[in-house]
């Protein structure tokens, strides 16, 4: 008999190595969380992080798209600032806000108090993440599972603001004004993200995204001499274990090249970028992306049009997976996103 555990012949990942598939595969960013009514009565009562760090509910919220759904991948419940928490930075998720830093990091001494992540900080995600890549084994013929972490650049900026940013004015102060600072900084988040990357790899997950999604806040010099290394070397260490990696990031229209380079196996793409034009900028990799998230608030047929279209320009990738080009907005209809679902996967391709 065939291992159940692989799944290297679904639509996704075969999607993701630039293979013929007999649908475009999909999955949406946030898909797990507040536009789902069993999302919000499982989570009655129970602090975001708190349920971040319970095996149960984290396996519970992640399979509750792919039931309703029937998507062709999961991605992991948790959020980017949770190996934080774990390593002790005293933070929070506020609802409706974001992370929240109660001191934010701006000296040599701050970075350096910061501990580096191991494997037994993070206990529940190594049982969250076998216990789902059991259970989703068995759902609709075999669904990959998706890990992630932050990249160094968007999870420093919730460190050194202190919280959510529009500008990031703070975080590139200190990047321009004090780089022996910003590189220690970098260096420990690419360090900590990494492992807990290869904690969720090493317990089952078949791929992972990097997000950075506050990474549009820079030229593509800037990003090339302060950032992109960092997230190279996070991309490096889950890239020798083996594990395809997704990197993506919003309004990243002047980077899209530059975050393929920095070693991404697919590279998301923002709804502002047409995919048609993305995809030359990528070059050999596959492409995931981009409908505009507030399209699912348009007529169904305003919608599966435009759906259709990011199908058709994805057929010049070297493979497309398709997602909305940001997460999923909270007053999302669930229904609006069963007919999406729907519509990509009974596209015909031949
Ligand atoms: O469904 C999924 O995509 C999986 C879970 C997931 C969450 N956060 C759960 C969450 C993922 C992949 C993330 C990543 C994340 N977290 C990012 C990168 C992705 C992106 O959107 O660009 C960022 C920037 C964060 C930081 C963060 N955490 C923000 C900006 C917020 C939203 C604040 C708000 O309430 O508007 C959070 C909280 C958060 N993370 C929620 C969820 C389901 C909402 C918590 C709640 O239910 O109150």
Not at 159 to 168: F, I, Q, R, T
Not at 180 to 208: C, H, N, P, Y
Not at 250 to 273: E, F, I, K, Q
């Amino acid at each position: 008999m065939s291992d159940p555990h692989d799944l290297s012949d679904s639509a996704f990942l075969r999607a993701v190595r630039g293979e013929p598939v007999s649908h475009t595969p999909v999955w949406f960013m946030r898909q797990a969380g507040r536009s789902l009514p069993e999302y919000l009565a499982v989570r009655e009562g129970t602090n975001m992080l708190e349920s971040c760090m319970n095996a149960e509910l984290v396996t519970e919220i992640t399979l509750q798209p792919v039931r309703r759904y029937g998507v062709d991948a999961a991605i992991f419940f948790s959020d980017i600032v949770l190996p934080l928490k774990a390593v002790g930075v005293d933070l929070d998720i506020k609802p409706g806000v974001g992370p929240v830093v109660a001191q934010p990091v701006r000296t040599l001494a701050d970075v350096a108090a910061i501990p580096d992540l191991t494997p037994e900080h993070v206990p529940f995600i190594t049982e969250a993440v076998r216990s789902l890549v059991g259970e989703l084994a068995g759902m609709n013929g075999g669904t990959p599972l998706i890990g992630f972490a932050g990249a160094p650049f968007t999870v420093a900026s919730y460190l050194v603001e202190g919280g959510p940013s529009k500008e990031h004015a703070k975080t590139k102060a200190l990047m321009f004004g004090a780089p022996e600072v910003w590189d220690a900084l970098m260096r420990k988040i690419a360090g900590i993200s990494a492992t807990f990357l290869e904690v969720q790899a090493a317990a089952g997950a078949s791929a992972v995204q990097l997000f950075d999604s506050w990474a549009g806040a820079l030229t593509p010099g800037d990003y090339e001499r302060y950032v992109m290394p960092h997230s190279a070397a996070v991309l490096a260490r889950v890239g020798a274990l083996g594990v395809p990696r997704i990197h993506f990031g919003v309004g990243t229209t002047n980077l899209l090249s530059l975050m393929g380079t920095a070693g991404a196996d697919v590279v998301g793409v923002d709804w502002r970028t047409p995919l048609g034009s993305a995809i030359p900028l990528v070059g050999d990799r596959a492409v995931q992306g981009n409908l505009d998230p507030t399209l699912v608030f348009a007529p169904t047929d305003v919608m599966t049009a435009r759906a259709a279209e990011i199908i058709e320009a994805g057929r010049a990738a070297k493979g497309h997976v398709f997602n909305l080009g940001h997460g999923v907005i909270p007053s999302t209809d669930p229904d609006q996103l069963a007919r999406l679902t729907e519509f990509v996967q009974s596209y015909p391709l031949g």
